[in-house]
């Protein structure tokens, strides 16, 4: 299930084609697949010309944007697990543009990919659980750290992003 645009076109980022490129310009539409409401995107490879198809559910109450990027509301990813979360925000954090106006775009987005690492920690619990884990990248990403995923660092490194 992809909570809102914002997650499924990030989804679709972190996942290449089989020749190891993510250049695929998609094309979006509602479909219907057992008797539920779907989006499918749809592309072909701009390096080796394969065809793409992803189609994921939607939510059952529609996640209102609030500004850029909205990727969920208050539940945990069912796409994207924390690691790769943290390696997403770890990405837009590490390149962050001189220009004002695109450096806080690319830490709007390394911030709000720290809060759905968040997202996947139980209630008074102090660190991201090992079920929030199954991606191959986020996996790594955890292991190589495992630190990183204490809620105290993940709420420092947010506060980070949001005062730079």
Avoid: H, N
Wanted: glycine share 10%; aromatic share 10%; net charge negative.
């Amino acid at each position: 299930m992809a909570r809102t645009r914002d997650e499924a076109l990030l989804y679709l980022d972190l996942t290449p084609c089989a020749c190891g490129s993510v250049e695929t310009p998609w094309e979006s539409g509602v479909v219907g697949v057992a008797e539920q409401l779907a989006v499918a995107y749809a592309g072909t490879c701009a390096d080796c010309g394969a065809g793409r198809e992803y189609v994921f559910g939607l939510p059952e109450r529609e996640t209102a944007p609030k500004g850029w990027p909205t990727f969920g509301g208050p539940e945990p990813s069912q796409l994207i697990d924390a690691g790769e979360w943290l390696w997403v925000a770890d990405q837009w954090a590490s390149s962050v543009p001189p220009d004002p106006e695109e450096g806080a775009r690319a830490l709007a987005m390394a911030r709000a990919a720290v809060e759905e690492v968040l997202k996947f920690v139980p209630d008074g619990a102090d660190r991201v659980p090992d079920q929030a884990f199954w991606a191959d990248r986020g996996l790594r990403v955890y292991t190589a750290e495992p630190g990183r995923f204490r809620v105290e660092r993940l709420l420092v490194v947010k506060d980070a992003y949001r005062d730079a």
